[in-house]
């Protein structure tokens, strides 16, 4: 999952967008760009998001008419596009867009990799979760400067992993700490520090 950057279409695995990303680009494009069809979009993720987030079975129908209102959304506007094109007079190389009208193919040309958070729920709407367990790390160079060892780094990495994995499993982290510590072989060979 990642914000559509370029390069990162270049691995070969499936891809999923974030739809937090896709919000902040249609927001501002909504505020800066004066776009009609950025709210219509808006409303659209997020009652999407609001409907999974219920966690119950998404109906087909359901699945069906927002597929079908995303694809509606973006027609509508490519075919404005289109007419406004014809008035031009055409021009060698690629035309210049705006950052609204570039979301706008991205949406069109990824619209399976946007919603597949509607058809497969191991898919995050999001790529935050990410983001959050990466931002401890990055903070915690930028304060201290770099790790000591790479040795320091794998043992920081190891204990931020266990605290992120009890909070997504909604485990208490005394409890989680607690089992932890009754069985500290295992304890040290997770930061490495056997012999």
């Known amino acids: ?12 695995c499936d891809h999923r967008l974030c739809n937090a990303h896709i919000l902040r680009e249609l927001i501002d494009s909504k505020e800066k760009d004066q ?48 007419e406004e094109a014809k008035g031009k007079k055409p021009i060698r190389g690629k035309p210049k867009r705006s950052e609204a009208d ?39 160079q930028k304060i201290s400067g770099c790790f000591r060892s790479t040795q320091a780094g794998e043992a920081f990495a190891t204990i931020r992993g266990f605290v992120s994995t009890l909070k997504k499993q909604r485990t208490h982290l005394f409890d989680g700490f607690k089992v932890l510590f009754q069985s500290p072989e295992y304890l040290l060979e997770q930061l490495n520090m056997t012999e």
């Open 35 to 82: 776009v009609s069809w950025a709210q219509p979009m808006i409303d659209l993720l997020l009652s999407a998001k609001y409907k999974v987030d219920q966690g119950q079975p998404i109906a087909k129908s359901y699945l069906t008419r927002t597929q079908n209102r995303f694809k509606q959304i973006i027609r509508q506007e490519l075919a404005g596009l289109k």
């Open 102 to 140: 570039n979301l706008l193919l991205a949406l069109n040309n990824y619209h399976r990799e946007v919603l597949a958070f509607l058809t497969n729920p191991t898919v995050p709407y999001d790529s935050n979760q990410a983001e959050r367990d990466l931002r401890m790390i990055k903070t915690r």
């Open 1 to 12: 999952m990642h914000d559509r950057f370029v390069s990162y279409f270049g691995y070969a």
